[in-house]
């Protein structure tokens, strides 16, 4: 049992037996469909969405037959269900290989492998400029990431010369790393990887081999550590310039639909929800469906005006108390609320990993 099948266990014990396999599936993908994005955010599973982009829905039924074979999951119709002995075996592996706490597959799936391809090319260069080596195999084969560092590495040069350029690096990049031990994070695990003057990078496989654990957790591990590196740089982006520019250009935009949009900019405008469905000629349900996808992707969109907060307090109470997600159980146990109220408070729903 490799730290894959840990976590498609995790994520159907996260789904409470509320989803299907193929909802785990599209999660770790990370498909950008309204019912995926929902799913991460219903279910407090931001942290572990894209975390494997590349993974073949063969290999993930190997793993879900692995898990029905040996009674960890039962699977009906239209849902997956962890059970008493998966929820053990679960617990065990987690306490020995818990999941990376800077984990964050929401916010930076759409950056992280930029960020690797950049910098370990830049790593790569300046440490060859370091020892005068001028000729190199590049660590990245990837033309739009060889044109954009030539690109960096131009801009930067009208400011230093080349050996300056290389401290400054140099010291960003130990500071940073410095930072990390001291939050209990694992540099090691990352440096392994980066090539420098007559030092190539150790590959996924042997890291995995050398340190003993397989390789779908050194995977889980490194995506952590690039995660953990581009919140702290753009946290304190003043302390880290240099490391700071290969990533400013790339915060993520919230991206809505067309008809989304145009609810999104009626709304701020002040209309209400009926005035919206009047003047777009659409039904107030569509409208409300535009709602809850703008309080699902837009983490500082209040909904507040659309729910009382004494209404969102009753039915985060439901929530916990019944321990669901299932739309008509919680309006069961809190009649006065809507269906839209209940999507919109789950649509904000937090909870801890």
């Known amino acids: 049992m490799n730290f894959l099948t840990v976590i498609i266990l995790y994520c159907i014990s996260c789904f409470k037996g509320e989803r299907s396999t193929n909802a785990v599936y599209y999660l770790l993908q990370g498909k950008k469909s309204a019912q995926t994005v929902q799913d991460a955010v219903w279910f407090s599973l931001k942290h572990v969405f894209s975390i494997y982009p590349e993974l073949k829905k063969e290999l993930f039924q190997e793993h879900i037959n692995f898990l029905v074979k040996h009674k960890l999951v039962e699977i009906n119709e239209k849902t997956c269900q962890i059970t008493t002995a998966g929820e053990e075996k679960l617990s065990n592996y987690i306490e020995k290989q818990p999941i990376p706490k800077s984990l964050d597959g929401w916010n930076f799936q759409h950056i992280d492998k930029k960020f690797w391809q950049r910098l370990s090319l830049i790593v790569q260069i300046v440490s060859n400029w370091a020892n005068g080596e001028g000729k190199f195999m590049p660590v990245q084969r990837d033309y739009y990431t060889q044109r954009w560092v030539k690109r960096w590495l131009f801009d930067w040069n009208t400011t230093y010369d080349k050996q300056t350029l290389t401290k400054k690096l140099y010291f960003e990049?130990?500071?940073?790393?410095?930072?990390?031990?001291?939050?209990?994070?694992?540099?090691?695990?990352?440096?392994?990887?980066?090539?420098?003057?007559?030092?190539?990078?150790?590959?996924?496989?042997?890291?995995?081999?050398?340190?003993?654990?397989?390789?779908?957790?050194y995977l889980i591990i490194f995506r952590?550590?690039?995660?953990?590196?581009?919140?702290?740089?753009?946290?304190?982006?003043?302390?880290?310039?240099?490391?700071?520019?290969?990533?400013?250009?790339?915060?993520?935009?919230?991206?809505?639909?067309?008809?989304?949009?145009?609810?999104?900019n009626l709304l701020s405008m002040n209309k209400s929800i009926i005035e919206i469905a009047r003047i777009r000629n659409l039904k107030v349900s569509t409208i409300e469906d535009h709602i809850v996808e703008i309080a699902l992707m837009d983490e500082k969109f209040s909904i507040d005006q659309f729910v009382t907060p004494s209404m969102q307090d009753k039915i985060r109470s439901a929530i916990n108390t019944l321990n669901t997600r299932k739309l008509k159980r919680i309006k069961e146990a809190?009649?006065?609320?809507?269906?839209?109220?209940i999507r919109l408070v789950l649509s904000k729903w937090t909870e801890q990993k």
């Open 173 to 217: 990049i130990e500071h940073l790393l410095s930072y990390a031990e001291s939050k209990k994070e694992n540099p090691e695990l990352f440096v392994a990887r980066l090539s420098g003057y007559e030092n190539p990078g150790l590959t996924i496989s042997q890291i995995a081999q050398q340190y003993k654990i397989d390789e779908y957790y």
């Open 334 to 341: 809190v009649p006065d609320a809507d269906y839209f109220a």
């Open 224 to 264: 952590n550590f690039l995660h953990f590196m581009i919140k702290s740089i753009s946290d304190f982006r003043s302390d880290y310039p240099l490391l700071y520019s290969i990533i400013k250009n790339e915060q993520q935009e919230i991206v809505f639909t067309d008809s989304t949009r145009k609810t999104l």
